[in-house]
């Protein structure tokens, strides 16, 4: 039962301890700035071809036609696709800086995002000479990302905060204030030791020399 005067003790979470830190978020800021200056620069560059294929509307055709043209040189190309804006994946919720979003609200925004991002870039890039327009390029660059995400942000999160709490076990814990009116305890103050005094190699000769034994140090 509480008194009176017991302070009433009011839990809040502090607003940093669901946020990544801000020199984090800075950092992720900076390269998804950077990411997007690089992909934008690879789509929409014109390439001097002397011949495109058609636009492919269907899914997967392009890569089927990828895989056909060899082992190695389709499965290049195909993981290319992919990893074209992968980063987006941990950069996108990194930039937001939430560490207790679900995983599934998280995982949607983040693949809306990127399939916004992905469809716009190609819509665009389709009027650039030497692009056509690609479903596939869509649905890989939304896959990549989707997939980094999962592979990297929740545990990431994980590690992030299980930090805070653990600091917060390893702090000692503070001495209890006292209530108003009540008597502090006096803490016992331990004495120093004494420490002991040399003596002089002439006291203990002429002590012996006379039969008498040396004075003891204190």
């Known amino acids: ?22 020199p984090l978020r800075a950092a992720g800021l900076t390269a998804l ?13 014109p390439l001097p071809v002397a011949w495109v294929y058609d636009a492919n509307l269907t899914p997967f055709g392009s890569v089927r036609r990828a895989l056909s043209l060899g082992e190695a040189a389709g499965i290049w190309q195909v993981a290319c696709e992919l990893l074209l804006l992968a980063p987006l994946g941990v950069l996108l ?10 995983w599934l609200p998280s995982f949607l925004r983040v693949a809306g995002v990127s399939a916004l991002l992905a469809t716009g870039l190609e819509i665009v890039g389709s009027w650039v000479p030497g692009h056509v327009l690609n479903v596939d390029h869509i649905l890989l660059g939304v896959a990549g990302v989707s ?40 803490v016992p103050v331990k004495a120093p030791a004494p420490v002991p005094v040399p003596l002089p190699a002439a006291a203990k000769l002429s002590a012996a020399a006379y ?4 004075p003891r140090t204190r």
């Open 1 to 22: 039962m509480r008194t009176e005067n017991e302070p009433t003790r009011q839990w809040s979470a502090s607003p940093s301890a669901a946020e990544v830190p801000r």
């Open 33 to 45: 700035v950077l990411h997007l200056l690089v992909v934008g620069w690879i789509v929409l560059r």
């Open 93 to 102: 919720p990194l930039v937001r800086g939430r560490l207790r979003a679900a």
């Open 147 to 186: 997939l980094t995400h999962l592979a990297v942000v929740p545990a990431a999160r994980a590690v992030l905060r299980a930090r805070p709490a653990r600091e917060h076990r390893t702090a000692p814990a503070p001495a209890p204030a006292p209530l108003p009116g009540e008597p502090q305890t006096p």
């Open 211 to 214: 039969g008498r034994p040396a």
